[in-house]
């Protein structure tokens, strides 16, 4: 099964910084990754797939890079609504599988 | 709109079983492939088993292979999980989602809690 590893397992930070997450695979996975974001009591929202495509109605401040074994979301300036929790997944191979969590949380 | 309602979740003891169910409205139910994901309170997402549109390929997580078998009609719009041998650790709440492209959930219902206990 292939392991998806996230860093960090949460970040603290105000409104308006960079915030950075990364997720990591046990073997390539070319681009087969998605993004999601869970606020507590909800369910997850896909927010990137394929690594880098935006998905439908997910503002421009988020993105996602990266091939392989290594990848990046990026939200460029968070905004009060982005606290919450990020989850990536694998959509290589079966079984699929997500990294365990960042939990971003307010500064 | 596209919606997805889980019901059947429940308490149960350990060694039993439950039928999950989620029904879906909104889109073209049999050209999509669906999933389960479950979490356990105050714990991450876990993939729990896949389908394909017409239902001909099924995939599971390891921890609930053998145990768990994913359906679906398509005449009636709705996806199911029977779960079987239910074990403490199975506690969570399920959610069934649409898959969009490779694998990716677009569409979530809210879940369906189901905890394992005597």
């Known amino acids: 099964d292939i392991q998806m590893t996230q860093s960090p397992s949460s970040v603290s930070a105000s409104v308006g910084d960079r915030v950075t997450i990364t997720c990591r695979a046990s073997q390539g996975i070319s681009s087969w990754l998605a993004w999601y974001q869970q606020k507590p009591g909800q369910a997850p929202k896909l927010l990137i797939y394929?690594?880098?495509s935006l998905q439908s109605g997910v503002p421009s401040r988020f993105s996602g890079s990266g091939s392989g074994t290594d990848f990046t979301l990026t939200i460029s300036s968070l905004q009060p609504e982005d606290f919450a929790t990020y989850y990536c997944q694998q959509a290589n191979s079966f079984p699929l599988t997500f990294g365990g969590g960042t939990k971003v949380e307010i500064k | 709109e596209v919606q997805l309602l889980e019901s059947g979740g429940g308490l149960v003891q350990p060694g039993g079983s439950l039928r999950l169910s989620c029904a879906a409205s909104g889109f073209t139910f049999s050209s999509y492939a669906m999933t389960w994901v479950r979490q356990a309170p105050g714990k991450g997402l876990e993939w729990v088993s896949g389908?394909?549109?017409?239902?001909?390929?099924?995939y599971y997580a390891d921890s609930v292979k053998g145990r768990f078998t994913i359906s679906r009609d398509n005449s009636k719009n709705t996806l199911h999980l029977q779960m079987n041998s239910l074990r403490a650790e199975d506690t969570a709440v399920y959610y069934c989602a649409k898959v969009y492209s490779r694998w990716y959930s677009d569409y979530w219902g809210q879940g369906t809690l189901v905890t394992v206990s005597s």
């Open positions: 394929a690594a880098s």
């Open positions: 389908i394909g549109g017409s239902g001909s390929g099924t």
